[in-house]
């Protein structure tokens, strides 16, 4: 910035030196010789910018864990309901695997349900996710960039795959039982 004897408060100086101790002692000698009355106080920009979002970065961390451990708590959810959607289906299955369905339209037929309320409720967190970035965190700095639905996808990509796990494995499990074993207690 231009720098003008009456204006001796700020100087702005960009450092292009790979030993900045050094470099700060000579800026330090140079103010001495420059100013003597007012001591020689040296910031960096990226402290200070750093500083200023501590706490926007704090609360990025406490929603991560929040939405860690809803994610979690939902996944546990989730595994539970196919675990008993899938043991009380059993005997359908079995009937359905000796009338030579194949374990794909088996996987298929189990995991329809969860896969149409989990597209759902996908639709409806994308839209909830983006109106709260926008306007409740990122409402407060002016110069932010708006939310990319590809950040949105990433996150849905992630829950999706851990929800796909849950069910196919279940569902497979399921749908490859020996339906001997399932339909001899009828």
Same mark, same amino acid.
């Given at each position: %910035?231009?720098?003008?004897?009456?204006? !001796? =408060?700020?100087?702005?100086? &960009? *450092?292009?030196?790979?030993?900045?101790?050094? =470099?700060?002692?000579?800026?330090?000698?140079?103010?001495? &010789?420059?100013? !003597?009355?007012?001591? /020689?106080?040296?910031?960096?920009?990226?402290?200070?910018?750093?500083?200023?979002? #501590?706490?926007? #970065?704090?609360? *990025?961390? *406490?929603?991560?864990?929040?939405?860690?451990?809803?994610?979690?708590?939902?996944? %546990?959810?989730? /595994?539970?309901?196919?675990?008993?959607? =899938?043991? =009380? !289906?059993?005997?359908?299955?079995?009937?359905? &695997?000796?009338?030579?369905?194949?374990?794909?339209?088996?996987?298929?037929?189990?995991?329809?349900?969860?896969? %149409?309320?989990?597209?759902?409720?996908?639709?409806?967190?994308?839209?909830?996710?983006?109106?709260?970035?926008?306007?409740?965190?990122?409402?407060?700095?002016?110069?932010?960039?708006?939310?990319?639905?590809?950040?949105?996808?990433?996150?849905?990509?992630?829950?999706?795959?851990?929800?796909?796990?849950?069910?196919?494995?279940?569902?497979?499990?399921?749908? !490859?039982?020996?339906?001997?074993?399932?339909?001899?207690?009828?």
């Amino acid at each position: %910035m231009p720098w003008t004897p009456e204006d !001796r =408060t700020i100087i702005n100086a &960009k *450092i292009q030196s790979a030993d900045l101790l050094a =470099t700060l002692a000579k800026i330090e000698s140079t103010w001495k &010789k420059i100013d !003597r009355v007012h001591p /020689f106080e040296a910031k960096f920009y990226d402290e200070a910018i750093e500083e200023a979002y #501590s706490e926007f #970065s704090a609360m *990025i961390k *406490i929603i991560g864990f929040l939405a860690f451990l809803a994610i979690s708590i939902a996944s %546990m959810g989730l /595994f539970g309901m196919v675990v008993f959607t =899938t043991e =009380t !289906r059993l005997k359908e299955i079995g009937i359905r &695997k000796v009338m030579g369905a194949s374990s794909g339209s088996l996987v298929f037929l189990l995991s329809r349900g969860f896969l %149409m309320l989990l597209s759902i409720s996908a639709l409806i967190a994308l839209q909830i996710t983006y109106v709260f970035f926008e306007s409740v965190v990122l409402r407060k700095f002016p110069y932010h960039t708006p939310v990319q639905i590809a950040e949105l996808l990433v996150g849905l990509l992630a829950v999706l795959l851990i929800a796909f796990l849950m069910i196919g494995s279940q569902t497979l499990k399921a749908a !490859r039982s020996n339906p001997v074993e399932v339909l001899k207690s009828v």
